[in-house]
C-alpha cells in the first residue's frame, strides 16, 4: 500500500515501547562519542595556507602533511573552506594542413 515509503515493522515496535516507558518525543538522545580532533580552527587554518600557496595539492598530500584522515581535509575543504572542484577540459588543438 505504501511501498518504499512505509516505516519498518522494527522502527515501529521501537517507537512502541519507547512510548510505553514514557518516551513523548522522537528525537534522538544526546550520545558521547568521540569528538572531531581533527577538525580544529587550527588544522581549517593549516590547510587553508596549504592550498594557498599550491592550489594544485592532492587530499591525500594534505592529509599525509597534516598527519589527519582523507575524510577529514575533504570535510575542512568543502565544508569549513567552501572550497569545490573545478571541472577542466583540454581540447586538443588542431593542426591545419599545408595543403589545405
Known sequence: MYGVDAV?????FEWFKSFRD???DLKDEPR???PPTSTTPDNIERVRRMLAD?????LRMIAEELKISLDSVSNI????LQKRKKNVYAFPTL????NV
Open 54 to 58: 599550491d592550489r594544485r595539492l592532492s
Open 22 to 24: 514514557g518516551k513523548e
Open 32 to 34: 558521547s562519542g568521540r
Open 77 to 80: 575543504i568543502h565544508e569549513h
Open 95 to 98: 593542426r591545419r594542413s599545408s
Open 8 to 12: 519498518s515493522k522494527k522502527c515501529v
